[in-house]
């Protein structure tokens, strides 16, 4: 007598986007670099930036991170890891060093950040346009500041902070709206869904036992 193949079976657990709880943190820790890099205060408040970031930023990006690879989202799992490690490392670098000094080694760091952030921001272009541009502002704000670590230049310096406004100013607007949108399951201010993303708000996404076969987690190997 033949026997039946056992049945696969795949439990889906509803959870949000961690997008927001990430983008709001990181506004948080560019802001107030920014301010110190503009001199809207005084040098030796880099330690409260730092504070910030090792405090706030780093255990929020940390677990939107872990979030994001529970909901099979490698764009927020990846992007939010890189920017949680990277800001730690900014963070203990600017707390330990002198203020208003640089550090050639942390700049080396952050170049390195802003193009790995590069990674996170390709893979999300496809399907969702806000969190790309977040990721890409990310990238630039790190390349910028690595860029003035290792020379130490003022002009380099006030462009990093500025960046680092407009990442700040960026980041809350998509956190605002990927808030909305979780809340009242509809779109209320664009995040640029096309593709998948615009699919997945629509109800039209791929559980078909056939497309689920080839998800992550599912899939014998990833």
């Known amino acids: ?22 983008f709001l943190a990181l506004a948080l820790a560019t802001t107030v670099f920014s301010a110190v890099q503009l001199g809207w205060v005084e040098p030796d408040q880099g330690r409260i930036a730092a504070i910030t970031a090792l405090a706030a930023t780093v255990p929020l990006q940390l677990l ?7 909901t099979r989202d490698p764009v927020a799992a990846t992007g939010m890891g890189v ?7 900014a963070g203990f670098a600017t707390y330990t060093l002198a203020p208003g ?7 080396v760091l952050l170049v390195v950040a802003g193009i790995s952030m590069l990674v996170p921001a390709a893979a999300a272009v496809g399907s969702k346009v806000m969190p790309a541009l977040v990721m890409t502002v990310a990238a630039t704000r790190f390349a910028t500041t690595g860029v003035y670590e290792m020379t130490g ?3 380099w310096e006030a462009v990093a902070g500025w960046v680092g406004i407009l990442l700040a100013a960026v980041a809350f607007y998509t956190a605002l709206a ?3 949108e979780g809340a009242q399951e509809s779109t209320v201010l664009p995040v640029g869904r096309r593709g998948p993303g615009r699919a997945a708000m629509d109800g039209d996404g791929p559980l078909e036992p056939a497309s ?11």
């Open 1 to 22: 007598m033949a026997q039946e193949a056992p049945a696969a079976r795949v439990v889906l657990r509803p959870l949000a986007t961690p997008l927001p709880l990430g």
């Open 178 to 180: 990927l808030e909305l």
């Open 153 to 155: 230049s003022a002009d």
């Open 101 to 107: 000094t640089t550090s050639s080694g942390l700049g």
């Open 83 to 89: 920017l949680s490690g990277t800001w730690a490392v």
């Open 212 to 222: 689920l076969a080839e998800e992550a987690g599912v899939r014998p190997q990833l």
């Open 64 to 70: 939107a991170s872990v979030m994001g690879f529970l």
